[in-house]
């Protein structure tokens, strides 16, 4: 989706990807299979780079850091990219800079989580390698105690929350800094990914203004070059709580290709090529479903109710090439624009009953 963005702009992209059969294989200027949280792999592919960015953090910020000090351009910036990796900085970072967030204790290890029983109920975090819901462990009583990672983790307070929003910023090399509208989103119940979304987020003005207030003011103090996803907290007490950033364009923005006047593939592209940044406006409100893998498929995938979704007025399907699915594996998304919310909702149901993917 960045590739087909950079096309309108007659951009080469070259891609490192750990899979050599990656979606984007047949359509980068040039495309190379490697680690990208190797040192070597990931200093040598970035030399004949003019500019470097990422889709995904889990990625050697040293060999980005070496390549920045030798005058390649990297956004968003490895400095960046390194905190964000590593969730307990994330937090610190929230907490020093008065950015609202739940309250939070570091654990070395399972035995020290256990210590923290007053604490419960609680949601105990891996520092790093976290991603799409994995590294995510919800304890509500002692009995769960035992699911604590072994590794070195942090609990953080459980949420009794009413919604589940984010805000994606952008923010350009000449300080400029643009918002899209808060969308709400749907967790799979057994996952911890997006299950499904909508945007506008149906808010008061004033949380509407809160969370765009706070996602300008993170990515302001962080001094990012990019796109920032801002995931909250809505308590049911009417205050807006920070969970977790991301450095990249991200699930919750995948609507804006349809559904805004400047997808965030071409805001990001903006962004780091210094561009004045476009337009973040709606031009109709939207829904998002994910297209996940079947529970106990694994194999070649095979898309099942195709017609019967495309055959659905204000459908638009994007499928990531991916061959092979997997339980619970992103395989693709649908957008769906409509004026009217319960439009939206009644065709969301439908989507999730009849677009389903099996092996």
């Not at 984007?24 to 190379?32: D, L, M, P, S």
């Not at 987020?201 to 509407?208: F, K, P, R, V, Y």
């Not at 796109?227 to 364009?249: C, Q, S």
């Not at 893998?293 to 204000?314: C, I, K, P, Q």
């Amino acid at each position: 989706m960045m590739i087909q963005s950079a096309i309108d702009f007659n951009i080469d992209v070259h891609v490192l990807d750990p899979d050599p059969n990656a979606p984007c294989k047949n359509i980068a200027t040039t495309f190379q299979s490697g680690a990208l949280t190797d040192f070597d792999t990931v200093y040598e592919f970035g030399k004949s780079c003019d500019l470097i960015t990422i889709e995904i953090e889990n990625v050697n910020t040293d060999a980005l850091l070496k390549l920045q000090s030798e005058g390649k351009k990297v956004y968003p910036q490895p400095e960046v990219i390194k905190l964000i990796q590593n969730k307990l900085h994330q937090k610190e970072f929230y907490r020093e800079n008065g950015i609202p967030t739940s309250p939070f204790i570091p654990t070395a290890n399972k035995v020290t989580v256990g210590t923290h029983s007053d604490f419960l109920p609680f949601v105990n975090k891996l520092e790093t390698e976290g991603y799409d819901g994995r590294g995510v462990q919800v304890i509500k009583s002692e009995k769960e105690l035992h699911l604590a990672f072994e590794q070195r983790s942090f609990i953080e307070k459980l949420v009794d929350f009413d919604k589940e929003i984010a805000v994606i910023a952008a923010r350009n090399e000449s300080g400029q800094i643009e918002t899209y509208p808060t969308v709400e989103m749907v967790f799979h119940p057994e996952k911890n990914l997006v299950e499904y979304l909508f945007s506008p987020a149906i808010l008061s003005s004033e949380l509407e203004e809160k969370a765009q207030s706070i996602a300008k003011s993170i990515i302001d103090k962080l001094g990012m070059v990019g796109l920032l996803a801002i995931e909250m907290f809505v308590t049911k007490d009417g205050e807006i709580l920070v969970n977790e950033v991301a450095p990249r364009t991200h699930n919750s923005g995948h609507q804006t290709i349809e559904g805004s006047i400047t997808s965030q593939f071409e805001q990001h592209l903006r962004a780091i090529l210094n561009m004045p940044l476009g337009n973040t406006n709606n031009v109709i409100p939207t829904a998002m479903v994910n297209l996940l893998g079947e529970a106990e498929h694994t194999g070649l995938a095979v898309y099942n109710g195709l017609d019967e979704v495309l055959n659905t007025e204000g459908v638009h399907l994007h499928l990531y090439g991916k061959k092979i699915t997997k339980p619970f594996r992103k395989m693709g998304h649908v957008t769906i624009t409509s004026n009217d919310m319960s439009d939206l909702k009644e065709k969301v149901k439908f989507v999730k009953e009849h677009l389903t993917i099996t092996s």
